[in-house]
């Protein structure tokens, strides 16, 4: 199933706290730009291509439109090499283009995914246990996926009639002024104004729609992964709405730009189909000045060839409003990450290992409760401390602000002295390592899930980690060994072994600071117990932060907080 949600204090699915806020839309486009640099090369051949190939499709269409007109009238005024020169040439051109465009814009995806997980691995290390694995899927497949147009289908083809506007006007301009100015209104209004006015029309409902598939997928996922509880309670049909209500939302979201799709493709018809009109009427010299057949004919077979480009630049409007708000989606999920790279005055964790919330006043948006309003808590370094409260008060809240998967609204957290905001993320939690209740083993070995931890770790540290786990024996006597198979989640396991594994993992980071969030949830009482006293024994010397709801009475504690009405009163352990 997805990583359950955490308590009242966190954030809703797929949805950033106010702490970070959104992006806009030139933000997030500036932001993909930056990340494409190293593909500028490819993308400005590309780019060259598609104009070459667009100069020789205009020249080859209004020279055999003058080649038509003359042998008609007994004037051969283009050759056929000249013809022949220029198809072969729009052709290999054309060939080119395609080839070169999609190449650069898949290898800019790919740099584009790569940076997407790294921003979840660095920017989101506590973030990952607050947001739902189908609206991950969703940015990493639907939003980086539709974000290949914004290259392929907006940029060139805009360059395109960029450079067929002025030329169409000079063409018109050498016959007629006031046809060249109708001309040109009714090519401006095809190629920019209706594909801007449906990217602006559309730019909600995109988002919109976004959002509908990203929860549809959770809703799927949701009714795959709990699948047997479903049937355990007899809530196959309650589920089953809940997936139709969801599908039944993105497809009407899908028809309403679907509508605006065939309006705005219509209007854009009817600008290529009224220049074609106009260009006839000023041949037979109605309402315009009689212009030559022969220049009249290749002008119009040029505003033929022109007003072509309006309705792939109409679809590129409508996919505009897509393409803005899956850059969004995608670019937020940096979040804080983006934030510490942007800004460079940001400095190194400290040496000091001491905590220190400061009168933090704390919530997730604008229309939630306060979790925090005034709260104070100091943890001295390499104390062992509890955090206690029921479910919903908002302990793993208080992970998260350590992490910095979110920021107080005000207040101040220091590590070692220094306010954690003025940290470099990355530094930040490689003096803090994390153990949750929802800790996910991959369906790797042993060695790569231990690896995941610290990838430069020799195989004495992966078995000095174990042992002090308490696994060591186990995946000693395992055919493999370090090469044994976890399976999907760990499922090869137990699941007091997969806990253990995952502890191995934590402690091989080496960070002064463990934040244990309910790290023997699910376990029973017995596992739960052998569980924590490892931790007792393996965590000496460490800052140990154990957030959990109830002691079971096994803990080696300094201090005991209790979490109530947004403050922390501290109890003698």
């Known amino acids: 199933m997805n990583t359950p949600m955490p308590d009242h204090g966190t954030a809703p699915a797929a949805v ?306 897509t393409m803005a708000a899956a850059a969004v989606r995608v670019v937020d999920i940096a979040g804080d990450d983006r934030r510490g790279h942007a800004d460079n005055t940001l400095q190194a964790a400290p040496a000091g290992t001491e905590i220190r919330f400061s009168n933090v006043a704390f919530r997730w948006s604008d229309d939630r409760a306060w979790v925090f309003q005034d709260l104070n808590l100091d943890i001295p370094p390499g104390a062992r401390v509890a955090i206690l409260g029921p479910s919903g008060i908002g302990k793993s809240s208080l992970a998260a602000m350590l992490l910095r998967a979110a920021d107080p609204q005000a207040g101040t957290i220091t590590l070692g002295g220094e306010n954690i905001a003025h940290i470099r993320p990355d530094s930040l939690r490689a003096r803090m390592a994390w153990l949750s209740q929802a800790t996910h083993l991959f369906d790797d070995t042993i060695r790569a899930n231990l690896l995941l931890g610290r990838p430069d770790a020799a195989e004495a540290d992966l078995w000095q980690a174990l042992d002090d786990a308490a696994i060591g024996d186990v995946v000693r006597d395992l055919p493999e060994g370090l090469d044994t198979w976890l399976g999907e989640g760990g499922l090869r396991l137990s699941g007091g072994q997969g806990r253990r594994i995952a502890l191995a993992r934590t402690l091989l980071t080496q960070a002064p600071i463990l934040i244990l969030d309910e790290p023997a949830t699910g376990l029973d009482a017995q596992t739960e117990q052998e569980f924590l006293e490892t931790l007792n024994t393996v965590t000496t010397g460490r800052t140990v932060i154990l957030i959990t709801h109830r002691l079971t009475g096994v803990e080696k504690l300094d201090h005991v907080w209790w979490l109530a009405g947004g403050q922390a009163m501290m109890a003698n352990a």
């Open 16 to 321: 950033l706290p106010t702490s970070s806020p959104h992006a806009t839309d030139r933000q997030a486009i500036l932001t993909l730009v930056g990340l494409w640099r190293a593909q500028a090369a490819r993308l400005a051949v590309g780019g060259v291509l598609a104009l070459l190939a667009l100069a020789c499709g205009l020249a080859l269409v209004r020279s055999s439109g003058l080649r038509l007109a003359g042998c008609i009238t007994g004037e051969i005024i283009v050759t056929t090499a000249f013809l022949q020169w220029v198809g072969a040439g729009r052709v290999a051109l054309r060939y080119a283009e395609r080839l070169g465009t999609h190449d650069a814009m898949f290898r800019a995806l790919s740099d584009l995914r790569v940076w997407f997980f790294r921003s979840l691995a660095n920017g989101a290390a506590a973030g990952l246990g607050f947001r739902r694995s189908g609206d991950m899927l969703s940015r990493l497949v639907s939003d980086i996926g539709a974000l290949d147009g914004l290259y392929l289908r907006l940029v060139v083809p805009l360059a395109c009639a960029c450079v067929t506007f002025p030329v169409l006007l000079a063409f018109a301009l050498q016959l007629d002024t006031g046809l060249a100015v109708v001309i040109g209104v009714l090519f401006a209004c095809g190629a920019f104004v209706i594909p801007w006015r449906i990217a602006r029309s559309g730019r909600s409902a995109a988002g919109q729609m976004a959002t509908q598939l990203a929860h549809l997928r959770v809703s799927v996922l949701d009714l795959i992964g709990g699948l047997r509880e479903i049937r355990a309670f007899g809530a196959e049909k309650r589920m089953l709405a809940s997936v139709r209500a969801s599908d039944a939302a993105l497809l009407q979201s899908q028809m309403t730009l679907a509508r605006r799709s065939a309006f705005a493709g219509a209007g854009a018809f009817l600008c290529g189909q009224a220049a074609i009109f106009v260009v006839l009427l000023a041949i037979a010299g109605i309402i315009f000045p009689a212009i030559p057949v022969l220049k009249g004919i290749g002008l119009l077979f040029l505003s033929v060839a022109a007003f072509e480009s309006v309705s792939t630049l109409t679809r590129a409007g409508l996919q505009a409003g």
